[in-house]
């Protein structure tokens, strides 16, 4: 596609000119990018998710947790049963790396009581999602 819209010295440039002709389109395309996704991120807002083949450009619900290393870590040893070196191992604690921990742990089972421990917010991003 990008062959077909661009001249073949810009894609491939062998000289400083069509280096400097590249250079200058992929500011501009950056920039036409970051407006079109702010306009197309303002119309869905107002007027909905917008269908694009199999995927839709929409909102996009996450929740993030504010864990606290100490209470986490006092819950694991105590309440979850695990070893110190075992908590430390958890201690870079991000909600994704907190569930990949546990589970080569083999403790899923202490991620719902983990993550009721710590405050949470949901977050919404506007992206492209594959329709369900």
């Known amino acids: 596609m990008a062959q077909a819209i661009v001249p073949v010295n810009i894609l491939y440039p062998t000289t400083q000119e069509d280096a400097v002709k590249t250079a200058t389109l992929l500011l501009a395309i950056q920039t036409m990018d970051a407006e079109l996704k702010n306009n197309l991120k303002r119309y869905v807002k107002e007027s909905g998710p917008v269908p694009v083949g199999d995927v839709v450009y929409g909102p996009k619900i996450s929740t993030s947790y504010e864990l606290d290393p100490k209470e986490i870590t006092d819950y694991l ?3 979850g049963g695990l070893e110190n070196d075992q908590a ?8 994704t790396n ?15 009581k ?11 991003s506007i992206q492209f999602c594959k329709i369900k």
């Open 77 to 79: 040893l105590n309440e």
């Open 88 to 95: 430390w191992g958890l201690l870079n604690l991000t909600k």
């Open 98 to 112: 907190l569930e990949r921990g546990l589970k080569k742990l083999r403790r899923k089972d202490l991620i719902p």
């Open 114 to 124: 983990v993550l009721e421990l710590a405050p949470s917010k949901p977050t919404e």
